[in-house]
């Protein structure tokens, strides 16, 4: 276990600098951008962004690691660190033992479940029922193996007992192609990622995996509500702290974490891609982070996915 550093008087004199796992450009990196807008000004310092990518967050994470645990080194992450717990063979870090979780940013509250709109689903009860009656038949299209996304999949393959195939895609463009073109049956990806054709004609969303129904989806039904109770699945983005940051430091990035979250342009941007607003306790953060880690290492188990180097390497 990590001894607590000392806090240094009048946190934080200096820039913080926050490791960032993905490249640039992306949503969450974007988001992130925005967020750090916010902050600075509540934490009286600038907030520099090291873009890290690779090794499953592996790069970002050790980065992070290998600077004094005084509160000025910090790690982006989300709940798809806890994914890469179980799907990588070689674990350049420890998510739970190495970082404490100091609050959310924001949360992505649900995944779309779409079709082609020439489809003759309309529903998650169509979906099961179809492959039932011709096992192995029904194919469902997601980005990346291991991804969130595609961990969905299987999710609701397992959850609901069906024979489904699952065809992987580089990017989500390649997916909803795929979809209008009729090359899968069902198309599993974020509000975001579907946005460009989310009021189009070309495909239906015919089921969210949130607690409830998306604000701009309400007549879009939950996989919950249709007749799966313990089906959710959604996401966070998040900072995180080396383990054995001062408790009083810990404290002081929390506060001002919380009250970031709380800013109306920043609450506005995340509406119009499907997100919410963050804020949470240390410690409901880092019960919500181990138990995704429980949940996608025993998605990953029963799928019999082959578990990777941080290379890539299988």
Same mark, same amino acid.
């Given at each position: 276990?990590?001894?607590?550093?000392?806090?240094?008087?009048?946190?934080?004199?200096?820039?913080?600098?926050?490791?960032?796992?993905?490249?640039?450009?992306?949503?969450?990196?974007?988001?992130?951008?925005?967020?750090?807008?916010?902050?600075?000004?509540?934490?009286?310092?600038?907030?520099?962004?090291?873009?890290?990518?690779?090794?499953?967050?592996?790069?970002?994470?050790?980065?992070?690691?290998?600077?004094?645990?005084?509160?000025?080194? $910090? /790690?982006?992450?989300?709940? %798809?660190?806890?994914?890469?717990?179980?799907?990588? +063979?070689?674990? !350049?870090?420890? @998510?739970?033992?190495?970082?404490?979780?100091?609050?959310?940013?924001?949360?992505?509250?649900?995944?779309?479940?779409?079709?082609?709109?020439?489809?003759?689903?309309?529903?998650?009860?169509?979906?099961?029922?179809?492959?039932?009656?011709?096992?192995?038949?029904?194919?469902?299209?997601?980005?990346?193996?291991?991804?969130?996304?595609?961990?969905?999949?299987? $999710? /609701?393959?397992?959850?609901? %007992?069906?024979?489904?195939?699952?065809?992987?895609? +580089?990017?989500? !463009?390649?997916? @909803?192609?795929?979809?209008?073109?009729?090359?899968?049956?069902?198309?599993?990806?974020?509000?975001?990622?579907?946005?460009?054709?989310?009021?189009?004609?070309?495909?239906?969303?015919?089921?969210?995996?949130?607690?409830?129904?998306?604000?701009?989806?309400?007549?879009?039904?939950?996989?919950?509500?249709?007749?799966?109770?313990?089906?959710?699945?959604?996401?966070?983005?998040?900072?995180?702290?080396?383990?054995?940051?001062?408790?009083?430091?810990? +404290?002081?990035?929390?506060?001002?974490?919380?009250?970031?979250?709380?800013?109306?342009?920043?609450?506005?941007?995340?509406?119009?891609?499907?997100?919410?607003?963050?804020?949470?306790?240390?410690?409901?953060?880092?019960?919500?982070?181990?138990?995704?880690?429980?949940?996608?290492?025993?998605?990953?188990?029963?799928?019999?996915?082959?578990?990777?180097?941080?290379?890539?390497?299988?």
């Amino acid at each position: 276990m990590v001894a607590p550093a000392c806090a240094e008087p009048g946190y934080p004199r200096r820039p913080v600098t926050i490791y960032v796992p993905y490249g640039a450009g992306g949503l969450g990196d974007v988001t992130l951008r925005l967020y750090s807008q916010k902050l600075a000004p509540r934490l009286g310092q600038q907030l520099v962004l090291e873009n890290r990518p690779g090794a499953g967050g592996g790069v970002a994470a050790k980065a992070a690691l290998a600077n004094p645990r005084d509160g000025y080194s $910090l /790690f982006f992450c989300g709940s %798809g660190m806890a994914i890469s717990m179980s799907l990588f +063979k070689t674990k !350049p870090f420890d @998510i739970l033992n190495d970082f404490t979780q100091i609050s959310t940013i924001s949360s992505l509250d649900e995944l779309l479940f779409a079709t082609g709109a020439s489809s003759p689903f309309n529903s998650v009860q169509d979906v099961v029922a179809m492959a039932h009656k011709d096992p192995g038949k029904l194919t469902f299209g997601s980005i990346n193996p291991g991804s969130t996304q595609n961990l969905t999949a299987h $999710l /609701f393959k397992q959850t609901t %007992g069906i024979d489904a195939v699952i065809v992987p895609y +580089k990017a989500v !463009p390649d997916l @909803i192609t795929a979809l209008i073109r009729g090359d899968v049956d069902v198309g599993v990806d974020y509000f975001a990622g579907f946005q460009p054709v989310a009021g189009d004609t070309r495909i239906k969303i015919i089921a969210t995996t949130g607690v409830r129904r998306s604000p701009l989806l309400p007549f879009v039904p939950t996989i919950k509500e249709s007749g799966y109770p313990d089906f959710v699945v959604k996401t966070w983005q998040a900072l995180a702290a080396p383990r054995g940051i001062p408790d009083d430091v810990l +404290k002081l990035l929390n506060h001002a974490m919380v009250e970031a979250a709380t800013d109306p342009e920043f609450r506005e941007w995340l509406v119009k891609y499907g997100m919410s607003p963050g804020g949470s306790t240390v410690e409901a953060q880092n019960i919500a982070m181990t138990q995704e880690v429980k949940k996608w290492a025993e998605v990953i188990q029963k799928a019999g996915l082959a578990q990777v180097g941080t290379d890539g390497v299988r």
